[in-house]
């Protein structure tokens, strides 16, 4: 069917618009081997697929490598095939559609259906977790470009909220994903602490619902049913294409053979590596190529490192800790802490509400650990170990003091990255909250204990 493919391009007269063409085929992925390469390979069918179908309706379809035919003449004369900048262009792939978009002129990309072309997807946990922090990072640079600005002031409002879900916004919003339930807790936390206290009811204008009463409110209102159909939406590409090649039965059954092979914590710790990655490039830039690898998805990493066993040094330090340490365990602690201060407090807001709190909770902490082939083996628990306690503990943890300063001491030139970061104003926005509530109560203590307080009172 390839020289059905090569008809798309021709035209009556030369010169014509039809000529001017990215044909898109679509790509099918496969994974015989392991949970991790299955939910990697669903994931890029449905967007190799239905995706690419109904993103080129809608217009938003650009170039994105593999199957994609081109009129080369066309694209070296204008644009060219891709670009090469090894920070801003790190997607290079994407800036052939987007710079031949904008040469206008009935310029079309279209998606045809004439052959699928298959390509195997058996990654381990780490090589999953490179590939999509590569482009996390090259969308984060695209939002910076001058292509990207110029398609959205050029684009309908259609075709520009297409452009956005199918690009930048789908990173962006597993971001605001990532950030929402730190922030619920934190507002959760702040609340219960401003509320009345017993002692203090008669000198303070105390509402008749109690703090733990409206949050629990407000929560059981947002981890409702709602929640979960948005969750299962969230699948619904990949039933549908599978619903169309092999049968609803085939659909429903590999649906639900990843949730029960903890697809949910997958791709949560997936939405808070994509989130953190292009944020920050978004704030510090310096993307730039990671190489994913292909070793084989039975291969285990270490927690830390390895020792060797004749001397006891290490003969490579990395692991699972160390990659993963300042992405996702700090704030899966943070956020666990935050959890236990708002029981403390007395917050209670329905099964619902902790039920997605620990899923997050676990899932930042614990998914690594879970997707790592013999992680729970005795003999390389031991090893592990042992390289944890050479790691902080031996040479004078010079290997510690050393991985700390190059990954978590990184410098921050400028005003403008050192004081204008969100979490600086996140940090500042819940000290000022926290000293208004100690200071409305140690006024309340002064009036109290003072010897006027009769004629206050």
Not at 387 to 392: K, L, N, P, R, V
């Amino acid at each position: 069917l390839l020289p059905c493919v090569l008809g798309e391009f021709r035209t009556q007269c030369r010169g014509e618009s039809q000529a001017k063409r990215i044909i898109g085929l679509p790509e099918h992925i496969t994974s015989d081997l392991g949970s991790v390469g299955d939910f990697a390979a669903g994931s890029e069918l449905a967007f190799g697929t239905v995706l690419q179908r109904s993103h080129a309706v809608l217009g938003a379809r650009m170039h994105y490598g593999h199957p994609d035919i081109m009129n080369k003449q066309y694209m070296m004369q204008q644009g060219g095939v891709s670009k090469a900048t090894k920070t801003l262009n790190l997607s290079e792939d994407i800036f052939a559609g987007m710079d031949f978009m904008l040469r206008g002129n009935g310029r079309r990309i279209r998606h045809c259906e004439y052959f699928y072309l298959t390509k195997g997807r058996d990654l381990g946990f780490n090589a999953v977790m490179s590939f999509f922090s590569k482009i996390s990072s090259g969308t984060g640079e695209q939002i910076l470009t001058r292509q990207m600005f110029r398609l959205s002031q050029i684009l309908h409002l259609p075709e520009a909220l297409a452009f956005h879900y199918a690009h930048a916004g789908y990173y962006l919003t597993q971001a605001f994903i990532s950030l929402s339930m730190p922030v619920t807790l934190s507002v959760w936390l702040l609340v219960l602490a401003a509320d009345c206290e017993d002692t203090f009811q008669a000198y303070m204008n105390c509402p008749s619902a109690t703090a733990e009463q409206a949050m629990a409110t407000v929560l059981s209102a947002w981890c409702s049913w709602v929640l979960v159909f948005f969750l299962f939406v969230q699948t619904l590409p990949l039933v549908a294409q599978m619903w169309m090649e092999m049968g609803l039965k085939a659909a429903l059954w590999r649906m639900v053979k990843q949730w029960l092979t903890c697809s949910w914590c997958f791709f949560i710790f997936q939405a808070k590596l994509v989130g953190f990655y292009i944020i920050n490039e978004i704030r510090y830039g310096g993307a730039t190529y990671v190489s994913t690898g292909r070793g084989l998805p039975t291969q285990r990493s270490p927690f830390i490192g390895k020792l060797s066993k004749a001397t006891g040094s290490f003969e490579k330090v990395g692991g699972l800790y160390l990659d993963y340490a300042a992405l996702t365990y700090y704030d899966g602690v943070k956020l666990l802490l935050t959890a236990v201060l708002a029981t403390t407090l007395g917050g209670f807001a329905g099964s619902s509400v902790w039920t997605f709190v620990a899923l997050t909770v676990f899932s930042w902490l614990y998914a690594p650990f879970l997707f790592n082939p013999y992680q729970f083996s005795k003999c390389y628990f031991l090893d592990d170990l042992r390289s944890w306690w050479a790691f902080f503990f031996c040479e004078g943890s010079s290997h510690w003091i050393e991985w700390f300063d190059r990954t978590q001491l990184k410098p921050r030139r400028g005003f403008r990255h050192s004081v204008w970061d969100i979490k600086a104003l996140l940090g500042y926005f819940a000290l000022a909250v926290w000293f208004s509530i100690v200071n409305q109560k140690l006024v309340l203590y002064q009036h109290i204990y003072s010897t006027d307080s009769k004629d206050w009172i």
